[in-house]
């Protein structure tokens, strides 16, 4: 029995359930979802501790009592951890946002319309395309915030189009946000998959690795590592195949209100991780040296 460790919540134990069949059908053996809770988990009004879900995950594999972890690769902190390493990053889903609003798309929401977020990033777009939106922090899993829209608790939220993607929540009603006027959060949309670096699944699992977005992901978080970016960073990065060896990446920065905002585009012919980290790392310092608008 295999044992794979997950967050407890329904989009974390469907990211955790693809990848586990995947593991089931490499290695002929049941694959067990291993629920693993965390105080973010629980009902709080309070914003979990930065990395706490990560945190719980890693010590359950360290400690053994799990074989391998599935996370949101937008999660994971930019260091990595003695004795784990990131067998596989599986092919990404959808990276961009998503406003999901009965009243229409950004464009329909009227002036004083309630957009619900907790993401620096986000809020700082929106308030940067849309002024005259009042962003306020809603907090909780993909399905508690959609529910908040529907109700009316507030006229909209902004969601990852790849939890909805996985939820089989993504349609056509839903408005997908462009990544040149919103960027995404480095890493959005890909999934990492995580094993003590000695052990020999490291193997098997490394077969459901998609290079294209281990290299793409790799100049993402290589921007956020340049930055010294922290969770309270609003910053988005995007890297794109514009050809088979050329990746474009787009990165920008900005304050909490989005008046202060530079934005950096590069593209460098790309071969490996290795050479995406250094194209990333060029972008954060651009992005740095940038007189923000």
Same mark, same amino acid.
């Given at each position: 029995?295999?044992?794979?460790?997950?967050?407890?919540?329904?989009?974390?134990?469907?990211?955790?359930?693809?990848?586990?069949?995947?593991?089931?059908?490499?290695?002929?053996?049941?694959?067990?979802?291993?629920?693993?809770?965390?105080?973010?988990?629980?009902?709080?009004?309070?914003?979990?501790?930065?990395?706490?879900?990560?945190? $719980?995950?890693?010590?359950?594999?360290?400690?053994?009592?799990?074989?391998?972890?599935?996370?949101?690769?937008?999660?994971?902190?930019?260091?990595?951890?003695?004795?784990?390493?990131?067998?596989?990053?599986?092919?990404?889903?959808?990276?961009?946002?998503?406003?999901?609003?009965?009243?229409?798309?950004?464009?329909?929401?009227?002036?004083?319309?309630?957009?619900?977020?907790?993401?620096?990033?986000?809020?700082?777009?929106?308030?940067?395309?849309?002024?005259?939106?009042?962003?306020?922090?809603?907090?909780?899993?993909?399905?508690?915030?959609?529910?908040?829209?529907?109700?009316?608790?507030?006229?909209?939220?902004?969601?990852?189009?790849?939890?909805?993607?996985?939820?089989?929540?993504?349609?056509?009603?839903?408005?997908?946000?462009?990544?040149?006027?919103?960027?995404?959060?480095?890493?959005?949309?890909?999934?990492?998959?995580?094993?003590?670096?000695?052990?020999?699944?490291?193997?098997?699992?490394?077969?459901?690795?998609?290079?294209?977005?281990?290299?793409?992901?790799?100049?993402?978080?290589?921007?956020?590592?340049?930055?010294?970016?922290?969770?309270?960073?609003?910053?988005? $990065?995007?890297?794109?195949?514009?050809?088979?060896?050329?990746?474009?990446?787009?990165?920008?920065?900005?304050?909490?209100?989005?008046?202060?905002?530079?934005?950096?585009?590069?593209?460098?012919?790309?071969?490996?991780?290795?050479?995406?980290?250094?194209?990333?790392?060029?972008?954060?310092?651009?992005?740095?040296?940038?007189?923000?608008?």
């Amino acid at each position: 029995m295999i044992r794979l460790g997950t967050r407890a919540s329904v989009l974390a134990r469907a990211q955790a359930s693809t990848v586990g069949e995947a593991i089931a059908e490499l290695t002929g053996q049941p694959v067990d979802l291993v629920g693993v809770r965390t105080e973010g988990d629980g009902p709080s009004a309070a914003p979990p501790r930065p990395g706490v879900f990560v945190s $719980a995950l890693r010590d359950a594999l360290l400690a053994g009592t799990v074989d391998v972890v599935v996370h949101s690769y937008k999660d994971l902190p930019s260091g990595e951890v003695e004795g784990l390493l990131v067998a596989a990053v599986p092919e990404r889903a959808n990276p961009c946002d998503v406003l999901f609003s009965p009243l229409g798309g950004l464009a329909e929401l009227p002036a004083g319309a309630r957009v619900g977020t907790s993401s620096p990033r986000r809020a700082a777009a929106l308030r940067r395309l849309r002024p005259d939106l009042v962003v306020v922090a809603v907090r909780g899993n993909v399905e508690t915030r959609l529910e908040q829209a529907r109700s009316g608790e507030v006229d909209a939220v902004v969601v990852a189009a790849a939890g909805l993607q996985r939820l089989g929540l993504l349609d056509p009603s839903v408005g997908v946000l462009d990544p040149a006027l919103v960027v995404p959060a480095p890493a959005q949309g890909a999934l990492a998959v995580e094993c003590r670096a000695d052990d020999r699944l490291i193997t098997v699992v490394g077969q459901l690795d998609d290079t294209a977005s281990r290299v793409a992901v790799a100049a993402e978080r290589a921007v956020l590592a340049g930055l010294g970016a922290s969770c309270d960073t609003a910053v988005g $990065a995007h890297a794109s195949w514009i050809s088979e060896r050329v990746l474009l990446l787009t990165a920008d920065l900005a304050g909490h209100a989005g008046v202060d905002y530079a934005r950096v585009s590069r593209s460098a012919t790309v071969d490996d991780a290795a050479a995406a980290t250094r194209l990333g790392t060029t972008v954060a310092g651009s992005l740095l040296a940038e007189p923000a608008d």
